[in-house]
Protein backbone atom coordinates (compact mmCIF):
# COMPACT_ATOMS: atom_id res chain seq x y z
CA UNK A 1 0.00 0.00 0.00
CA UNK A 2 1.28 3.48 -0.75
CA UNK A 3 1.64 5.16 2.60
CA UNK A 4 0.58 8.02 4.21
CA UNK A 5 2.73 10.89 3.54
CA UNK A 6 1.03 14.01 4.11
CA UNK A 7 2.74 15.74 7.26
CA UNK A 8 0.60 18.42 9.34
CA UNK A 9 2.10 21.62 9.18
CA UNK A 10 4.63 22.82 11.99
CA UNK A 11 3.20 26.12 11.80
CA UNK A 12 -0.34 27.32 11.66
CA UNK A 13 -1.55 31.02 11.20
CA UNK A 14 -4.32 30.18 13.79
CA UNK A 15 -5.83 33.40 14.27
CA UNK A 16 -6.11 34.18 10.83
CA UNK A 17 -7.26 30.34 10.12
CA UNK A 18 -9.59 31.18 12.73
CA UNK A 19 -11.60 34.28 11.67
CA UNK A 20 -11.70 33.22 7.94
CA UNK A 21 -13.25 29.79 8.91
CA UNK A 22 -16.33 31.30 11.41
CA UNK A 23 -16.56 34.05 8.58
CA UNK A 24 -16.93 31.76 6.08
CA UNK A 25 -19.38 29.62 7.97
CA UNK A 26 -21.63 32.45 8.67
CA UNK A 27 -21.31 33.41 5.16
CA UNK A 28 -22.52 29.87 4.22
CA UNK A 29 -25.04 28.83 6.83
CA UNK A 30 -26.67 31.97 7.93
CA UNK A 31 -29.67 32.10 5.14
CA UNK A 32 -31.78 28.90 6.37
CA UNK A 33 -30.83 29.11 10.10
CA UNK A 34 -34.51 29.89 11.44
CA UNK A 35 -36.37 28.90 8.46
CA UNK A 36 -39.07 26.68 9.36
CA UNK A 37 -41.65 26.84 6.68
CA UNK A 38 -41.40 26.19 2.60
CA UNK A 39 -39.51 28.64 0.61
CA UNK A 40 -42.71 29.01 -1.82
CA UNK A 41 -44.04 30.75 1.12
CA UNK A 42 -46.56 27.91 1.73
CA UNK A 43 -47.79 27.09 4.90
CA UNK A 44 -45.76 24.46 5.65
CA UNK A 45 -44.20 23.00 9.05
CA UNK A 46 -41.62 19.89 9.01
CA UNK A 47 -42.58 16.75 10.44
CA UNK A 48 -41.31 15.56 13.28
CA UNK A 49 -39.86 12.57 14.71
CA UNK A 50 -41.17 10.68 17.89
CA UNK A 51 -38.49 11.98 19.64
CA UNK A 52 -39.39 15.77 18.23
CA UNK A 53 -36.85 16.46 15.48
CA UNK A 54 -37.47 17.62 12.14
CA UNK A 55 -37.55 13.98 9.79
CA UNK A 56 -35.65 13.93 7.58
CA UNK A 57 -36.05 10.27 6.51
CA UNK A 58 -36.66 8.69 3.30
CA UNK A 59 -35.02 8.68 -0.47
CA UNK A 60 -33.37 11.20 -1.71
CA UNK A 61 -31.30 12.03 -4.89
CA UNK A 62 -29.00 15.57 -5.54
CA UNK A 63 -28.97 15.24 -9.00
CA UNK A 64 -28.44 18.22 -10.88
CA UNK A 65 -27.03 20.25 -13.95
CA UNK A 66 -25.49 22.56 -11.72
CA UNK A 67 -22.31 22.08 -11.97
CA UNK A 68 -19.71 22.06 -9.20
CA UNK A 69 -17.78 25.02 -9.91
CA UNK A 70 -19.12 28.50 -11.40
CA UNK A 71 -18.25 28.74 -14.82
CA UNK A 72 -16.36 32.18 -15.88
CA UNK A 73 -19.14 33.31 -18.14
CA UNK A 74 -22.56 33.17 -15.36
CA UNK A 75 -23.54 35.20 -12.24
CA UNK A 76 -23.93 33.45 -9.12
CA UNK A 77 -28.12 33.13 -10.25
CA UNK A 78 -28.81 32.18 -13.31
CA UNK A 79 -31.57 33.76 -15.56
CA UNK A 80 -34.43 32.41 -16.62
CA UNK A 81 -33.30 32.48 -19.69
CA UNK A 82 -30.07 30.88 -18.89
CA UNK A 83 -32.10 28.02 -17.05
CA UNK A 84 -34.50 27.48 -20.29
CA UNK A 85 -31.03 27.14 -22.19
CA UNK A 86 -29.36 24.72 -20.01
CA UNK A 87 -32.83 22.49 -19.31
CA UNK A 88 -33.91 22.33 -22.51
CA UNK A 89 -30.52 20.89 -24.29
CA UNK A 90 -29.75 18.73 -21.72
CA UNK A 91 -33.02 17.39 -23.12
CA UNK A 92 -32.25 17.75 -26.66
CA UNK A 93 -28.74 16.12 -26.12
CA UNK A 94 -30.45 12.79 -23.98
CA UNK A 95 -33.01 12.42 -26.85
CA UNK A 96 -30.26 12.25 -29.80
CA UNK A 97 -28.03 10.20 -27.47
CA UNK A 98 -30.68 7.87 -26.71
CA UNK A 99 -31.71 6.87 -30.61
CA UNK A 100 -31.21 2.93 -31.33
CA UNK A 101 -27.61 2.24 -32.17
CA UNK A 102 -26.85 1.11 -35.72
CA UNK A 103 -26.40 -2.30 -35.92
CA UNK A 104 -23.64 -1.75 -38.67
CA UNK A 105 -21.50 0.22 -36.73
CA UNK A 106 -18.15 -0.57 -35.83
CA UNK A 107 -17.02 -1.51 -32.55
CA UNK A 108 -16.50 0.97 -29.49
CA UNK A 109 -12.54 1.91 -29.07
CA UNK A 110 -12.93 0.27 -25.44
CA UNK A 111 -9.18 -1.00 -24.71
CA UNK A 112 -7.28 2.21 -23.71
CA UNK A 113 -9.67 4.62 -24.47
CA UNK A 114 -9.78 7.07 -21.32
CA UNK A 115 -13.05 7.83 -20.83
CA UNK A 116 -15.04 5.51 -23.23
CA UNK A 117 -18.04 7.55 -23.41
CA UNK A 118 -19.04 10.19 -25.55
CA UNK A 119 -22.70 9.46 -26.44
CA UNK A 120 -24.37 6.77 -28.68
CA UNK A 121 -21.49 5.53 -30.12
CA UNK A 122 -18.93 3.97 -27.20
CA UNK A 123 -19.40 1.91 -24.42
CA UNK A 124 -22.56 3.72 -22.83
CA UNK A 125 -25.05 5.33 -24.36
CA UNK A 126 -27.16 8.12 -22.28
CA UNK A 127 -30.39 5.42 -21.77
CA UNK A 128 -27.49 4.36 -18.84
CA UNK A 129 -26.78 7.55 -17.52
CA UNK A 130 -29.07 9.79 -14.95
CA UNK A 131 -27.41 12.78 -13.92
CA UNK A 132 -30.17 15.20 -13.42
CA UNK A 133 -32.12 17.13 -15.70
CA UNK A 134 -33.21 20.60 -13.84
CA UNK A 135 -30.78 23.02 -12.58
CA UNK A 136 -30.07 23.19 -8.70
CA UNK A 137 -32.44 25.40 -6.91
CA UNK A 138 -31.61 27.28 -3.52
CA UNK A 139 -34.08 29.22 -1.76
CA UNK A 140 -35.67 30.01 -4.78
CA UNK A 141 -32.78 30.56 -7.05
CA UNK A 142 -31.13 29.14 -10.08
CA UNK A 143 -28.09 28.57 -8.88
CA UNK A 144 -24.61 28.46 -11.59
CA UNK A 145 -22.93 26.35 -9.31
CA UNK A 146 -23.31 24.31 -6.32
CA UNK A 147 -20.10 26.08 -5.09
CA UNK A 148 -20.71 29.21 -3.06
CA UNK A 149 -18.20 30.04 -1.07
CA UNK A 150 -16.12 31.75 -2.09
CA UNK A 151 -18.09 34.30 -3.70
CA UNK A 152 -16.48 33.59 -7.47
CA UNK A 153 -18.30 30.12 -6.90
CA UNK A 154 -14.79 28.53 -7.15
CA UNK A 155 -12.93 25.82 -5.32
CA UNK A 156 -9.96 27.41 -3.41
CA UNK A 157 -6.25 26.50 -5.04
CA UNK A 158 -4.11 23.57 -3.66
CA UNK A 159 -1.49 24.78 -0.94
CA UNK A 160 2.20 24.14 -2.00
CA UNK A 161 2.23 21.71 0.72
CA UNK A 162 -0.76 19.17 -1.29
CA UNK A 163 0.95 19.95 -4.72
CA UNK A 164 4.41 18.47 -3.45
CA UNK A 165 2.35 15.46 -1.90
CA UNK A 166 0.36 15.05 -5.09
CA UNK A 167 3.64 15.05 -7.43
CA UNK A 168 5.40 12.57 -4.78
CA UNK A 169 2.52 10.14 -4.55
CA UNK A 170 2.63 10.47 -8.37
CA UNK A 171 6.51 9.92 -8.51
CA UNK A 172 5.66 6.73 -6.28
CA UNK A 173 3.32 5.27 -8.54
CA UNK A 174 5.54 5.54 -11.57
CA UNK A 175 7.29 3.19 -9.87
CA UNK A 176 5.09 0.36 -10.74
CA UNK A 177 2.53 -0.48 -13.45
CA UNK A 178 -0.90 0.10 -13.53
CA UNK A 179 -1.67 -3.39 -12.87
CA UNK A 180 0.78 -4.51 -11.03
CA UNK A 181 -1.20 -5.16 -7.98
CA UNK A 182 -4.46 -4.30 -6.48
CA UNK A 183 -3.87 -1.47 -4.50
CA UNK A 184 -2.71 0.76 -7.41
CA UNK A 185 -6.29 0.39 -8.66
CA UNK A 186 -8.78 3.25 -7.81
CA UNK A 187 -10.86 2.00 -4.34
CA UNK A 188 -14.27 2.36 -6.23
CA UNK A 189 -12.82 0.31 -8.50
CA UNK A 190 -11.66 -2.61 -5.81
CA UNK A 191 -15.39 -1.95 -4.43
CA UNK A 192 -14.37 -0.33 -1.18
CA UNK A 193 -16.37 3.20 -1.45
CA UNK A 194 -18.40 4.69 -4.07
CA UNK A 195 -17.21 6.54 -7.47
CA UNK A 196 -15.96 10.23 -6.61
CA UNK A 197 -17.80 11.59 -3.45
CA UNK A 198 -21.36 10.18 -3.56
CA UNK A 199 -21.06 9.25 0.06
CA UNK A 200 -18.90 12.03 1.28
CA UNK A 201 -18.17 14.27 3.29
CA UNK A 202 -19.26 16.69 1.66
CA UNK A 203 -22.16 14.19 0.11
CA UNK A 204 -21.78 15.45 -3.47
CA UNK A 205 -23.39 14.59 -6.90
CA UNK A 206 -21.26 12.58 -9.65
CA UNK A 207 -22.60 13.55 -12.82
CA UNK A 208 -23.51 10.21 -13.59
CA UNK A 209 -25.90 8.09 -11.94
CA UNK A 210 -27.06 6.61 -8.87
CA UNK A 211 -26.95 10.23 -7.28
CA UNK A 212 -29.76 8.84 -4.45
CA UNK A 213 -29.84 8.15 -1.01
CA UNK A 214 -31.63 6.49 1.88
CA UNK A 215 -32.24 8.75 5.25
CA UNK A 216 -32.94 6.83 8.47
CA UNK A 217 -33.24 8.12 11.90
CA UNK A 218 -33.07 7.36 15.43
CA UNK A 219 -32.85 9.15 18.69
CA UNK A 220 -29.21 8.43 18.65
CA UNK A 221 -28.33 7.89 15.18
CA UNK A 222 -28.47 9.49 11.74
CA UNK A 223 -28.02 6.56 8.60
CA UNK A 224 -27.41 7.73 5.36
CA UNK A 225 -27.01 5.46 2.52
CA UNK A 226 -25.74 6.22 -0.89
CA UNK A 227 -26.70 4.10 -3.85
CA UNK A 228 -23.22 4.06 -5.43
CA UNK A 229 -21.61 0.98 -4.14
CA UNK A 230 -24.46 0.87 -1.45
CA UNK A 231 -22.19 2.91 1.45
CA UNK A 232 -22.99 4.18 4.46
CA UNK A 233 -22.81 6.41 7.05
CA UNK A 234 -23.73 6.18 10.29
CA UNK A 235 -23.53 9.26 12.47
CA UNK A 236 -23.85 9.52 15.91
CA UNK A 237 -25.88 12.19 17.53
CA UNK A 238 -24.62 13.32 20.81
CA UNK A 239 -21.29 14.69 22.58
CA UNK A 240 -18.59 13.62 20.44
CA UNK A 241 -15.89 11.27 21.34
CA UNK A 242 -12.96 10.96 20.10
CA UNK A 243 -11.38 7.98 18.24
CA UNK A 244 -7.98 9.06 18.26
CA UNK A 245 -5.79 10.59 15.64
CA UNK A 246 -4.64 6.64 15.03
CA UNK A 247 -8.25 5.93 13.74
CA UNK A 248 -9.55 7.28 10.21
CA UNK A 249 -12.76 5.28 8.69
CA UNK A 250 -13.16 5.38 5.10
CA UNK A 251 -15.64 8.54 5.83
CA UNK A 252 -14.08 9.99 8.66
CA UNK A 253 -15.59 10.77 12.24
CA UNK A 254 -18.90 12.41 11.86
CA UNK A 255 -20.71 13.25 14.87
CA UNK A 256 -24.63 15.30 14.70
CA UNK A 257 -26.17 17.59 16.74
CA UNK A 258 -29.45 19.48 16.38
CA UNK A 259 -30.13 23.44 16.30
CA UNK A 260 -33.26 23.91 15.88
CA UNK A 261 -34.63 22.39 12.73
CA UNK A 262 -31.35 21.71 11.26
CA UNK A 263 -29.15 18.72 11.64
CA UNK A 264 -25.57 19.62 11.89
CA UNK A 265 -23.01 17.04 11.24
CA UNK A 266 -18.90 17.67 11.94
CA UNK A 267 -16.73 15.29 10.19
CA UNK A 268 -13.18 14.77 11.54
CA UNK A 269 -10.09 12.16 11.13
CA UNK A 270 -10.58 12.03 7.23
CA UNK A 271 -9.04 9.10 5.89
CA UNK A 272 -5.45 9.67 3.72
CA UNK A 273 -5.99 7.32 1.13
CA UNK A 274 -9.61 8.63 0.32
CA UNK A 275 -9.41 11.33 -1.65
CA UNK A 276 -11.52 14.18 -2.39
CA UNK A 277 -11.12 15.25 -6.14
CA UNK A 278 -8.14 13.98 -6.08
CA UNK A 279 -6.89 15.69 -2.71
CA UNK A 280 -6.16 12.95 0.02
CA UNK A 281 -7.64 13.59 3.33
CA UNK A 282 -5.45 15.69 5.61
CA UNK A 283 -4.76 15.19 9.17
CA UNK A 284 -6.36 18.05 10.75
CA UNK A 285 -8.94 19.05 8.04
CA UNK A 286 -12.79 18.52 8.81
CA UNK A 287 -16.25 18.81 6.96
CA UNK A 288 -19.17 20.47 8.77
CA UNK A 289 -22.34 20.16 7.03
CA UNK A 290 -26.30 21.15 7.54
CA UNK A 291 -29.20 19.33 6.28
CA UNK A 292 -31.99 21.60 6.78
CA UNK A 293 -36.08 20.40 5.84
CA UNK A 294 -37.32 23.57 3.87
CA UNK A 295 -40.81 21.77 2.28
CA UNK A 296 -42.01 18.73 1.68
CA UNK A 297 -39.94 17.43 -0.68
CA UNK A 298 -36.46 19.39 -0.28
CA UNK A 299 -33.68 19.08 2.12
CA UNK A 300 -31.41 21.71 1.86
CA UNK A 301 -27.59 20.30 1.73
CA UNK A 302 -24.61 22.64 3.12
CA UNK A 303 -21.35 22.14 3.44
CA UNK A 304 -18.29 24.10 4.63
CA UNK A 305 -15.20 22.30 4.12
CA UNK A 306 -12.20 23.62 6.46
CA UNK A 307 -8.77 22.28 5.20
CA UNK A 308 -6.42 24.64 5.64
CA UNK A 309 -3.98 21.83 4.96
CA UNK A 310 -4.46 21.31 1.48
CA UNK A 311 -6.71 24.22 0.44
CA UNK A 312 -5.66 28.18 0.74
CA UNK A 313 -9.31 29.32 2.29
CA UNK A 314 -11.88 27.94 3.58
CA UNK A 315 -14.68 26.71 1.16
CA UNK A 316 -17.88 25.77 0.86
CA UNK A 317 -21.96 25.23 -0.69
CA UNK A 318 -25.24 24.63 -1.06
CA UNK A 319 -26.98 20.98 -2.71
CA UNK A 320 -30.51 20.35 -2.93
CA UNK A 321 -31.70 16.58 -2.33
CA UNK A 322 -34.84 16.31 -3.67
CA UNK A 323 -37.43 13.89 -2.83
CA UNK A 324 -37.15 10.70 -4.43
CA UNK A 325 -40.48 8.23 -5.24
CA UNK A 326 -38.66 5.68 -6.50
CA UNK A 327 -37.07 2.62 -5.04
CA UNK A 328 -33.28 2.40 -4.41
CA UNK A 329 -32.10 -0.95 -5.89
CA UNK A 330 -28.98 -2.28 -4.61
CA UNK A 331 -26.11 -1.50 -6.55
CA UNK A 332 -24.69 -4.92 -7.68
CA UNK A 333 -22.18 -3.52 -10.87
CA UNK A 334 -19.32 -5.01 -9.17
CA UNK A 335 -20.90 -8.09 -7.55
CA UNK A 336 -17.83 -10.54 -6.91
CA UNK A 337 -15.46 -8.06 -7.96
CA UNK A 338 -14.38 -10.68 -10.90
CA UNK A 339 -13.53 -7.70 -12.39
CA UNK A 340 -10.47 -6.88 -10.80
CA UNK A 341 -9.57 -10.01 -10.98
CA UNK A 342 -9.63 -10.20 -14.66
CA UNK A 343 -7.98 -6.89 -14.74
CA UNK A 344 -5.07 -8.48 -13.46
CA UNK A 345 -4.73 -11.79 -14.57
CA UNK A 346 -5.35 -10.29 -17.91
CA UNK A 347 -2.32 -8.10 -17.32
CA UNK A 348 -0.20 -11.03 -16.11
CA UNK A 349 -1.37 -12.46 -19.38
CA UNK A 350 0.08 -9.61 -21.90
CA UNK A 351 3.29 -9.73 -19.52
CA UNK A 352 4.03 -13.52 -20.67
CA UNK A 353 2.93 -12.53 -24.01
CA UNK A 354 6.07 -10.19 -24.01
CA UNK A 355 8.22 -12.44 -22.80
CA UNK A 356 7.69 -15.28 -24.83
Known amino acids: MIPNLLPSLVIRQFVISSIASLSAFALLF ?19 TSDGHPDLQGNWTNATLTPMERP ?11 VVALESGHADSVA ?9 RPLPPGGDDPV ?8 YDEV ?21 SPVDGRVPTLTATTLNLIEELDLQRRGFGPYD ?22 MIPNYWYNNNYTIVQTPEYVMIMAEMV ?42 P ?28 YEFMIDDLTNYTSVWGGQIPFKKFGEPIYEYACHEGNYALTNILSGARYQENRKEN
Open 30 to 48: SPVAAQTVSTDGENWQVAL
Open 116 to 123: CIDGATTC
Open 273 to 300: KFAFREVPGSDDGKVMERFTRVDEDTIL
Open 128 to 148: WREPGDRVAMVLGEPRSSLVT
Open 72 to 82: DNLGAVLTQEQ
Open 181 to 202: HPELRPLAERCIVSFESSAGPP
Open 230 to 271: HDVRIIRLGEPTSLGEEIRPWFGDSWGKWEGNTLVVETTNMN
Open 96 to 104: LRSEPSDSN
